[in-house]
């Protein structure tokens, strides 16, 4: 199978935070910028490098660096943010970041 060209546009459909979500992207898109176009800012660039886990997201329930991984690799799968933990729960995790100096 031949490999995409660089400047190709590929259509990427997963699950955000519960809701189906269909992007396109350049082949090399990191999954961090793909999520915030999607309107997820929780998910933050920090290190870029994969160090500081500013973008941290779950993967089908695993936490991975959004920022060491392309959109194209979460094809039909499910990515949870921060987002996704809005409403009365935020409170309590919240509080676990402070009393953890998180
Ligand atoms: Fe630092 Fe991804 S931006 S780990």
């Known amino acids: ?54 973008c941290t997201v779950l993967l089908d329930g695993d936490a991975v660096k959004a920022c060491l991984l392309l959109a194209v690799q979460v094809q039909n799968r499910r990515v949870e943010t921060l987002e996704a933990h809005q409403g009365p729960d935020l409170d309590a995790l919240q509080r676990a970041f402070r009393d953890e100096f998180g």
Request: proline fraction near 6%; glycine fraction near 10%.
């Open 1 to 54: 199978m031949a490999e995409p060209a660089l400047e190709e546009s590929l259509e990427v459909s997963f699950e955000l935070n519960g809701e189906p979500t269909h992007v396109t992207v350049a082949p090399r898109t990191l999954l961090v910028d793909a999520l915030r176009e999607q309107g997820a800012k929780s998910v933050h660039i920090g290190c870029d490098e994969g160090l500081c886990g500013a």
